[in-house]
T-cell receptor, first 113, second 114 residues
């Protein structure tokens, strides 16, 4: 079945550091890929998405590129801020299979001033 | 344009009881999905409703049921509550049921089963 694997957290960085959160997936069809962010006590917010291979999603300085050859969708940001502290979820929705959305377990990011 | 809202915010029930959670979709959205998020985990898909019909279901028992109303608001009902049902329940709406469509999440209902 479909699955998403994220790097375990917490990821702890100083402000202005470079961020990478790894995400790999398995899917039977041609999935759309997503990154969501969850701030404490809140629901999930879509951060960015990509719907086909080699697409790059970007938003608020975050980027992720859909790599079909490595089945990956790693999240990057060049310079993190304290306000980026949150839990980040990688997810897929498989157009060729059951389409049921599948989420990773989440990666907590803590940014220190 | 109002976002997705859920009620109540928090709820405490005892084992064996029944609970109903409510969700108002974002204006214009005809699809709503429900998720269960246990502490420290990612959301697990419960089911999806599209134009008042169940459109897909995850690996949850039949005591988890739902409804979608003509105005596209939705309910999640859980019967015979178990301790493991304690979780954050998230509702998400979208314009369509297409796999690549963006889902907009509500803030969730925190259910505690004692």
């Amino acid at each position: 079945g479909d699955s998403v694997t994220q790097m375990e957290g917490p990821v702890t960085l100083s402000e202005e550091a470079f961020l990478t959160i790894n995400c790999t997936y398995t899917a039977t069809g041609y999935p759309s890929l997503f990154w969501y962010v969850q701030y404490p006590g809140e629901g999930l917010q879509l951060l960015l998405k990509a719907t086909k291979a080699d697409d790059k999603g970007s938003n608020k300085g975050f980027e992720a590129t859909y790599r079909k050859e490595t089945t990956s969708f790693h999240l990057e940001k060049g310079s993190v801020q304290v306000s980026d502290s949150a839990v980040y979820f990688c997810a897929l929705s498989d157009t060729g299979g059951s389409y049921i959305p599948t989420f990773g377990r989440g990666t907590s990011l803590i940014v220190h001033p | 344009e109002t976002g997705v809202t859920q009620s109540p915010t928090h709820l405490i029930k005892t084992r064996g009881q029944q609970v109903t959670l409510r969700c108002s979709s974002q204006s214009g959205h005809n699809t709503v999905s429900w998720y269960q998020q246990a502490l420290g985990q990612g959301p697990q898909f419960i089911f999806q409703y599209y134009r008042e019909e169940e459109n897909g279901r995850g690996n949850f028992p039949p005591r988890f049921s739902g409804l979608q109303f003509p105005n596209y608001s939705s309910e999640l009902n859980v019967n015979a509550l178990e301790l493991d049902d304690s979780a954050l329940y998230l509702c998400a709406s979208s314009w369509t049921s297409e796999a690549g469509d963006t889902q907009y999440f509500g803030p969730g209902t925190r259910l505690t089963v004692l």
